[in-house]
């Protein structure tokens, strides 16, 4: 299934890496070079049904160090619109952001540079802490089709 994502890096060169690899995976990619981009192509994309806000980006991508606007504002910008939005913190900051996360919602995850871009297409791709907490919260029915109990119901032992 293709994603799509809002890649926000400073460095054009591997914004270019994301891009092809990302886009060679299938997936939809946009790249912006600043915080400020980001919000500004973020807030564009969103969408309102039913009084419910919707983004057109499945994973939002930060660079903690940017210009105009850090990561870590723009995410809480990102989350102030739109609580759900998955986002991933790439830096080589990590625990400098791990500090701050406190103040997001637990939708957020962080990827410590460097890493390859195997890892950065397992973490969007993967089974995430992120995707597991979803699962959850739509409830096992949802998930698997089976919402009884955890131990299969057959006839009473106590008859």
């Avoid at 946009?30 to 919000?39: K, M, P, Q, R």
């Avoid at 105009?68 to 995410?75: P, Q, R, S």
């Amino acid at each position: 299934m293709a994603l799509r994502i809002l890649a926000a890096e400073d460095s054009q060169d591997l914004s270019e890496t994301y891009k092809i690899a990302l886009e060679n995976r299938g997936h939809i990619v946009t790249t912006v070079s600043d915080g400020i981009e980001c919000l500004q192509t973020y807030s564009d994309s969103l969408k309102n049904s039913n009084n419910e806000v919707v983004s057109f980006f499945d994973v939002v991508i930060l660079d903690q160090q940017m210009p105009g606007m850090d990561g870590m504002d723009v995410a809480r910008e990102i989350q102030r619109v739109n609580s759900k939005q998955r986002i991933i913190f790439i830096t080589g900051y990590g625990t400098e952001v791990i500090k701050k996360l406190c103040s997001l919602k637990e939708e957020v995850e962080v990827m410590n540079k460097p890493f390859t871009l195997k890892a950065l297409i397992i973490q969007i791709e993967g089974w995430s802490l992120y995707m597991w907490r979803e699962h959850v919260r739509r409830g096992f029915k949802n998930w698997d089709g089976y919402s009884g109990t955890s131990v299969p119901v057959g006839p009473s032992r106590s008859a």
